[in-house]
């Protein structure tokens, strides 16, 4: 039920159309409009033909925020409230008692339970529930929590338009006067559709005390890879917090003990960076899940790079070197059986394999397939777009990557191909075309390299914490 519906929230109604929701279920109240984007609009909640109510989206000014949540409630049985309204405690201190009055109101309706106020809701393809109509149809295995809720749209957008991402279930929680980021997290860690969870956290809300330590206790009970990107870690920033949802940061030194103490991975304040490492963490998963294996993370940080040009390999090594890679130096035995397959006279087989005008043949497979071993953790393949994607090279090409691909994948080792990003036709078909085929691409090798490290991070931290 949308209460009370109107043209300018119309995206909400847009968002159940999108996703094939049952219209018969979805009421919109409303005292002006008699539809809304050809959806019946009821004048009362009394007209509504269903006693118990399983979400109310509450859209009405604040100034009648608390007689309109007492009216719904002594109407109808309401299971779930997402109070969409803003300028409550985030605002001054009128929206300040504002809250403390939904929370008084809530604290006696004990089965109703609330998300927000300020914030923009739900997203479940499962359930058929969203609040735009880009997001998109299909489930996936990532969960998320933010407060803010134009963080969560930009997460589900930019993640869904980057790297193809789907998302189990995601809650923008905005002031989280009622439900709790504590509850969320416990909820997804059980959740058979989730097997990654994001969080955005700008902090705490007065209305929960003791919401730390719950908050704490859960952490680190967690069973699944959790990537947690905090807002207001610095004063100003704390500023801008207080503002936006009205929540309490807490200092820097607690929530470096909370992280050392607990299996889940800070993300510095980047949401690019948050959907780097969602895109990693999601397909490492699928892997297993297709394998119908056990996750087993990377062990060390040794990685081969496979590229064109030794100048850009140069870079390469230095990139990666000063974010704590090794490459591993192939010579002696090693290099005499990878030159007995390829002895080059252009290019190089130390690590990086610079390995021009050989991609499409045989001998580029070889060479890769022997030097990928148990010494190997991660291998990165630099390319560039094709002109002629029915060429014999181009053909040959894409032969050697899926065969590498497999047997990177036989090893339970992570490939990256590292596509460049820049405008091009030819450049969009080939990224499209990786992306299908379930290759992980990234736009650069740094970002490529700090979304493996997370991932090693995560193994570390679980191997830790159990010898604990």
Request: hydrophobic share 40%; charged share 25%; aromatic share 12%.
């Amino acid at each position: 039920m949308i209460y009370e519906a109107n043209p300018k929230i119309s995206f909400f109604v847009n968002g159940f159309i999108r996703q094939n929701f049952d219209l018969n279920n979805l009421f919109l109240i409303s005292s002006n409009f008699d539809s809304i984007l050809d959806v019946k609009c009821f004048k009362s909640i009394e007209e509504v033909p269903a006693e118990i109510i399983d979400l109310v989206i509450l859209s009405v000014r604040r100034s009648i925020l608390i007689e309109t949540l007492e009216n719904i409630l002594s109407k109808k049985k309401i299971k779930f409230f997402h109070i969409f309204t803003a300028g409550t405690g985030e605002s001054d201190d009128v929206g300040v008692e504002i809250e403390k009055k939904i929370k008084k109101i809530l604290n006696q309706f004990s089965e109703t339970r609330a998300i927000g106020p300020n914030c923009m809701g739900l997203y479940c393809p499962k359930g058929k529930i969203a609040y735009y109509s880009s997001f998109p149809i299909e489930s996936g295995n990532i969960g998320l929590i933010f407060q803010s809720g134009d963080l969560h749209s930009k997460m589900i957008k930019f993640g869904s338009n980057r790297y193809g991402l789907r998302f189990s279930k995601g809650v923008s929680v905005g002031n989280c006067v009622d439900i709790q980021i504590s509850e969320l997290l416990s909820y997804f860690n059980k959740d058979v559709d989730t097997d990654i969870i994001c969080v955005y956290q700008e902090g705490f809300s007065p209305f929960s005390k003791e919401e730390g330590k719950r908050l704490l206790k859960v952490m680190k009970k967690m069973q699944k890879p959790v990537l947690y990107m905090r807002g207001g870690k610095t004063t100003r920033g704390q500023t801008a917090v207080l503002t936006h949802t009205g929540a309490i940061a807490t200092s820097k030194n607690i929530w470096n003990a909370i992280f050392k103490q607990t299996p889940i991975i800070e993300v510095k304040s980047s949401l690019d960076e948050l959907i780097d490492y969602s895109y990693l963490f999601s397909k490492y998963f699928y892997h297993f899940q297709a394998r119908k294996n056990p996750i087993c993370y990377p062990e060390n940080k040794r990685v081969l790079v496979v590229l064109w040009s030794g100048g850009f390999g140069i870079l390469a090594t230095d990139s990666l070197t000063e974010l704590g890679f090794d490459l591993p130096h192939f010579q002696g035995d090693a290099l005499e059986k990878l030159k007995a397959i390829y002895p080059s006279k252009i290019g190089s087989l130390a690590n990086p394999f610079d390995l021009p005008w050989v991609t499409s043949k045989k001998e580029y497979l070889d060479v890769c397939k022997t030097a990928i071993d148990d010494n190997i953790d991660l291998v990165l393949v630099e390319t560039d777009a094709w002109n002629d994607f029915e060429s014999d090279n181009f053909k040959g090409y894409y032969h050697n990557l899926n065969e590498i691909k497999k047997h990177v994948n036989s090893l339970n080792k992570v490939l990256m191909i590292i596509l460049h990003e820049y405008p091009s036709e030819s450049r969009k078909e080939f990224y499209e075309m990786l992306i299908a085929d379930n290759f992980l691409v990234y736009r650069n090798i740094e970002i490529a390299a700090k979304a493996f490290l997370k991932l090693f991070e995560y193994g570390q931290k679980l191997k830790h914490l159990d010898n604990l």
